[in-house]
């Protein structure tokens, strides 16, 4: 098949080069010509694992190329993919939480000047219900004569795990309501299919609706276990044997259950928004979404107060490291990153800041200022008076914790991630704060001895 992406963001990108290792025909457009250039060179413009290779595989095999024309992408296009950006909606420069659709629109009005033949448009980003409808009514407008369908058809792929979510899914949903579109749809996500992945058809505003609830209710199991978290810190409990005991009950589900520092990211904080402001705007209020994102925002605040607590109140001219600042893992996304807001906090009460991430460090740098960076995690620790660990990479999760111990001024370890075992810690000697588990604190002799040799 042929196919156009509109849009080559995580979606977009991600979405057209599965499609042509599907063996469809791909063209992936952009309007910044800077992006397209870098891509034809195979310079991909985000960190996700294995998609620079799956990129210069296609590109290679012939089938997935990238243009800033229009008329190009559409050429003989069976179905074209609007995976344009849905940033929040500005209300005189403040963030009023609706999604912009002006890209979306934009994109629907050039698609339908473009119209050959029957062409199946397929929303992919994360709209707001309704929204495949509008695209509808737009392209009718436009180009009256234009034979075609338009169809919802989000995507559930996590940054850092994109290309194994696209190729591996749950279940693929599919909005339309017309039978020659979901026959092509059916088509093309045949190779799914085949590995029994489901498909789900239904109405474009279940499709739309589908996707927030799911991102929606994702949200809220983080936020529900983040703060059984802090009952278990005054309980004695441990959340972790909480989570995974909860887990086993197949009604809940073991996955995202793992208390932190708050969701962040490109998804769940927007949707959540817009999923509330959706409701408040239809006469809906989705009161417990709106808790939500109430509550996730304050987690993020108090992350720093609990560091200033682990280092017994003030940090007045301390020296504190953080290794990670992408908002997860195998990304170097930090949008809406919980460090985003514990860095400048700290920096406010006094400290300075020395800090590494594998990947993110460019990308943080242009949020917070006056941060030492370093390319490598131990010099993180070198005579601070406090780690803390904000992301759980893989790199942080055996490091040599006798070499940090000496390494650091004080042996205070704040873990936002739950990453280390409490008898390892308890073993080695550290002030131990985690999340939602029994604080280690046997070091009290040591903290006296590093008193009194200042
Ligand atoms: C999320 C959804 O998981 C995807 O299904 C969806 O397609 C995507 O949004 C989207 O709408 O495009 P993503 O934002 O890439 O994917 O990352 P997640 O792995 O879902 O993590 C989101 C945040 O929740 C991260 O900050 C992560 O650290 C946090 N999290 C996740 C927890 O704190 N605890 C958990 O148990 C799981």
């Not at 092509?184 to 498909?199: A, G, H, S, V």
Request: proline fraction near 5%.
């Amino acid at each position: 098949m042929r196919i156009g992406v509109v849009g080559t963001g995580y979606v977009g990108l991600v979405s057209g080069t599965c499609f042509a290792e599907f063996g469809d025909d791909v063209t992936c457009l952009d309007t910044d010509i800077t992006k397209i250039e870098r891509l034809r060179k195979g310079d991909i413009p985000i960190y996700e694992p294995g998609l620079e290779d799956l990129v210069a595989k296609q590109v290679k095999a012939g089938r997935l190329s990238f243009t800033t024309d229009i008329k190009e992408a559409l050429d003989g296009a069976d179905a074209v993919f609007i995976a344009v950006g849905t940033p929040p909606k500005k209300d005189g420069g403040a963030e009023d939480g609706h999604a912009d659709l002006k890209y979306v629109y934009q994109a629907a009005r050039d698609i339908a000047q473009n119209i050959k033949k029957y062409t199946v448009i397929v929303t992919k980003s994360t709209v707001p219900v309704g929204t495949a409808r509008e695209v509808e009514k737009i392209i009718r407008e436009t180009n009256p004569d234009a034979e075609f369908d338009v169809c919802s058809n989000p995507e559930f792929l996590r940054e850092g795990a994109a290309i194994n979510d696209f190729m591996h899914p749950d279940r693929v949903v599919v909005g339309t309501e017309s039978p020659r579109a979901q026959k092509l749809m059916k088509r093309l996500y045949r190779p799914l299919y085949i590995n029994q992945t489901p498909i789900v058809f239904v109405a474009p505003e279940t499709s739309e609706l589908i996707k927030y609830a799911s991102n929606a209710f994702l949200a809220t199991k983080i936020t529900f276990i983040n703060e059984i978290a802090d009952l278990c810190e005054k309980t004695g409990a441990n959340v972790q044997d909480v989570a995974r005991a909860m887990g086993m009950d197949g009604r809940i589900g073991s996955k995202f259950l793992h208390a932190g520092p708050g969701y962040g990211g490109s998804c769940f904080p927007k949707d959540t928004l817009a999923l509330a402001q959706t409701g408040q705007k239809l006469g809906a209020p989705q009161t417990i979404v709106e808790q939500v994102v109430q509550v996730n925002a304050q987690r993020q605040k108090e992350m720093a107060q609990r560091i200033i607590d682990a280092c017994g109140g003030d940090i007045t001219g301390q020296t504190i490291g953080i290794l990670g600042v992408a908002f997860k893992p195998n990304t170097d996304d930090v949008r809406d990153a919980p460090s985003l807001v514990v860095i400048p906090a700290l920096q406010e009460a006094g400290a300075h800041i020395i800090a590494h991430d594998p990947e993110a460090m460019e990308e943080a740098a242009k949020h917070v200022s006056n941060v030492t960076w370093t390319d490598d995690p131990y010099a993180v620790t070198l005579d601070v008076d406090c780690l803390v660990i904000m992301t759980e990479w893989n790199e942080f999760r055996a490091l040599q914790l006798d070499r940090i111990k000496k390494s650091m001024k004080t042996p205070i370890l704040v873990d936002l991630r739950n990453i280390y075992n409490l008898e390892e810690m308890k073993d080695h000697g550290f002030r131990y704060v985690s999340i939602g588990r029994p604080l280690i604190d046997n070091l009290k002799a040591s903290l006296s001895s590093v008193e009194s040799v200042a």
